[in-house]
C-alpha cells in the first residue's frame, strides 16, 4: 500500500466515501493529516472535490482543488511526492504530519 501511494504516515488516504460513514472517516483522516479544525477540513474537501488526498495537499500545500489534484497526477498519486512538488524552489517543504 505505501508503493502503491495510498498511504500517508500511518493514514489510509486512498478512500473513496460513498456513504455517511466514509464521508466521515474521510474529514478524520484530512483532520489527523494536517490538524485543521472542522471548518477547515469542510473547506478542503469541498475544493478538492471531496477526494482525501487532495484535500491534504489543499492545507498543507496551501494550493487550490484544482493545483492539487494535478500535483497528484503529476506525483502517479503519491501525497508525499506531490507535497514536495508543490514546496517552493529553495524554501522549507510544507509541514507534514505522520
Do not use: Q, W
Request: charged fraction near 20%; aromatic fraction near 2%; glycine fraction near 12%.
Amino acid at each position: 500500500m505505501i508503493r502503491l501511494g495510498k498511504t500517508y504516515g500511518n493514514l489510509m488516504v486512498d478512500l473513496r466515501a460513498t456513504n455517511d460513514k466514509l464521508r466521515a472517516r474521510s474529514r478524520r483522516i484530512v483532520a489527523l493529516a494536517t490538524g485543521a479544525g472542522d471548518d477547515e477540513v469542510e473547506a478542503a474537501l469541498a475544493a478538492a472535490g471531496g477526494e482525501v488526498k487532495a484535500a491534504i495537499l489543499v492545507l498543507l500545500a496551501g494550493v487550490d482543488g484544482p493545483t492539487a489534484s494535478a500535483l497528484l497526477t503529476a506525483s502517479h498519486g503519491h501525497l508525499r511526492a506531490a507535497l514536495a512538488h508543490a514546496a517552493p524552489p529553495g524554501g522549507p517543504e510544507p509541514t507534514t504530519a505522520p
